[in-house]
């Protein structure tokens, strides 16, 4: 076993050192993909290849190694060899930074007005980028899975925490860094998605100042950047692929070679998002359909279903392959949606996640419905879709379309959420600020204010969130004071054999010392479904207690019904232990109170009750 089982850090500076040495490792690593000519070429129709080397780096090392993870023994091992040439890759780079100019101090004393501006929050996300993890989802499944991944050589294969069914080839980022116990890779590849948007934007060089403004200050893009949640990554994926077959490569000269190249690609880049994240399913198969036109069009679209034959085959059904032998389920089913239908709760499951805060969506993408939601919006730039209808005829047939099926699907089968219906956003961004139309007058003042906003939130973010990552004291400071559940992980992590194994009522289970489970399964089955898979799956590691909260002013502790019958005892507790926190300030909850219960020396099987889960 390669991990240590544990988040806290007792080295913070060092994890944030082996963070940034793979971050750039995988800078490096694009920059000897990018010198083929004819691969470098087709970057620099859409970005100077600078921007996108990290994104180039990190889509081909996924590709390479996550059907190996999937189906070969020692995947680990070498994992863990692929991390010590990145490191190395990475001490290169860093030399090679402090011996070219993009260090020294006359190249930012040249920068325009606009520029400093546009570099500084730039610098702001950076350094959010290297905080601590404190975001509930990802301290829940996307660190927990990996950490499983580095311990047992798979992704976890129990579905007693349903969240595990959401897991992609993204995990396999944040597990690079956990096997140094440093947190802050999963952040920083999602900022370079970032940096590549930016690198699209200011390739088309008009009034790029404003729209690299609008997309920097996104407040979903705030949230999404400053969280190891492999999503941005996959939007700026995906928006290379949509700017190249969209934009630019209709007045490119092609030779042979260079459509060879251009055909694998898109598959590479559009498989990988799939890969990390299912939700890309739609964006991918829009711009899939975009790529058949253009390859019909050359004449080499024969060739291209041939090779995209081959990439399903070898780097997308495995995954799948791999659901079906673990989760059960139909191989065609999991071509469409992530979930294996045939458990229980699964259907319930989906449908939360669909209907999350959907209360009034729509309105709910410009407007926040409270200020500690501001961050889950579009906002602002929501004012670009109008424009579309100013772009030429002939670019208006060709992305109304592909911007309406999106839109179409996405509100009536997907969450209607900021998150997840950027994308069109940035595709509108993109091809306006392309297009040569000015923006009015009248939109600017709404981008500058958007900015300035964006500008406080992440400045606040830098200062209240960056120092964690510099001394154990500022870390634990940090976590207890905007991580969700991490007082309630403390203070059992110090009670606790860490050999013992406990069921966790709380999600952030990663941050647990010991073997923490989670029963999220309870949120979604009913008294009518038959549990007996997953109280199995429980069962196999004997756990001894059972870690809960209690919300202060209320009598209950948080779903621990179920399990009455199987508590032996009281085995620790704390009033008053912490505060149901977040990053965002607006969004600190009640304190509440930590127990720990030991639990009887019987099966799981023999006393759940599980006429206490609801009828629904």
């Known amino acids: 076993m390669l991990y240590t089982q544990t988040v806290v850090q007792s080295y913070p500076l060092f994890g944030l050192l082996i963070s940034l040495l793979l971050f750039f490792g995988f800078y490096k690593f694009g920059s000897i993909i990018l010198i083929n000519k004819n691969i470098s070429k087709i970057i620099n129709l859409v970005s100077s290849h600078n921007y996108q080397k990290i994104l180039i780096g990190v889509n081909l090392f996924l590709f390479i190694y996550f059907p190996i993870f999937i189906f070969f023994d020692d995947k680990v091992y070498i994992l863990l060899i692929i991390s010590i040439i990145l490191i190395i890759l990475g001490m290169v780079q860093i030399i090679s930074f402090f011996k070219n100019f993009y260090f020294k101090f006359h190249y930012f004393k040249d920068l325009k007005k606009e520029d400093k501006i546009i570099l500084f929050i730039i610098i702001l996300y950076f350094l959010i980028s290297l905080a601590p993890i404190t975001h509930s989802d990802a301290l829940d499944y996307h660190v927990s899975s990996s950490k499983y991944i580095i311990s047992n050589g798979s992704f976890p294969v129990e579905l007693n925490n349903f969240h595990n069914l959401l897991i992609g080839s993204g995990e396999l980022i944040i597990a690079l860094g956990l096997l140094y116990d440093s947190q802050q890779i999963g952040n ?12 699209i934007i200011k390739k088309n060089n008009y009034q790029n100042f404003i729209w690299s403004l609008l997309v920097l200050t996104i407040p979903v893009i705030i949230f999404l950047c400053s969280s190891p949640k492999p999503q941005l990554f996959g939007i700026a994926t995906n928006a290379v692929i949509f700017s190249i077959f969209f934009l630019k490569i209709q007045n490119f000269k092609i030779t042979r070679n260079q459509l060879v190249i251009l055909s694998i690609l898109p598959l590479i880049f559009l498989t990988n998002s799939v890969n990390i994240k299912f939700s890309f399913i739609l964006s991918s198969s829009l711009l899939y359909i975009l790529t058949l036109i253009y390859f019909y069009e050359k004449k080499f679209l024969k060739i291209y279903l041939l090779f995209s034959i081959c990439n399903l085959f070898l780097f997308y059904f495995p995954f799948i392959f791999w659901k079906t032998q673990n989760w059960g389920g139909n191989f065609i089913n999991y071509l469409i949606n992530p979930f294996p239908f045939d458990m229980p709760g699964i259907e319930y499951f989906r449908s939360y996640l669909t209907n999350y805060r959907s209360d009034n969506a729509l309105i709910h993408l410009f407007i926040p419905r409270s200020l500690g939601s501001y961050t889950e919006v579009i906002g602002l730039s929501l004012i670009v879709l109008p424009l579309i209808l100013m772009l030429q005829k002939k670019i208006k047939e060709k992305i109304l379309p592909i911007l309406l099926i999106y839109l179409f699907v996405s509100v009536l089968f997907g969450q209607v959420s900021g998150r997840f219906l950027i994308e069109p956003i940035l595709w509108s961004i993109i091809i306006i600020s392309a297009s040569k139309l ?72 990663s941050l647990g010392k010991t073997k923490t489970l989670s029963v999220s399964f309870l949120g979604y089955v009913s008294k009518s479904d038959d549990i007996d898979r997953y109280i199995r799956d429980l069962e196999k590691y004997d756990p ?63 006393c759940v009750d599980k006429d206490k889960l609801p009828l629904r």
């Open 188 to 199: 920083l590849i999602q900022f370079s998605g970032l940096i590549s948007l930016i690198g």
């Open 438 to 509: 000015k923006l009015s007058i009248y939109l600017k003042p709404l981008v500058y204010f958007q900015g300035i906003l964006g500008f406080i939130i992440l400045f606040y973010g830098t200062l209240t969130l960056f120092p964690g990552s510099l001394t154990k004291n500022n870390y634990d400071n940090t976590m207890k004071k905007f991580s969700y559940g991490y007082s309630l992980f403390h203070w059992s992590n110090k009670i606790i054999d860490k050999n013992e194994t406990v069921l966790s009522m709380h999600r952030s289970i």
């Open 544 to 606: 001894k207690y059972l870690l809960t909260f209690q919300t202060k002013n209320s009598a209950k502790y948080e779903n621990t019904s179920i399990f009455h019958s199987c508590i032996d005892s009281v085995y620790a507790k704390k009033n008053n232990l912490g505060v149901h926190s977040g990053r965002n300030p607006f969004n600190q909850g009640e304190s509440y109170n930590g127990v720990i219960f030991k639990l009887k020396n019987i099966k799981l099987r023999n």
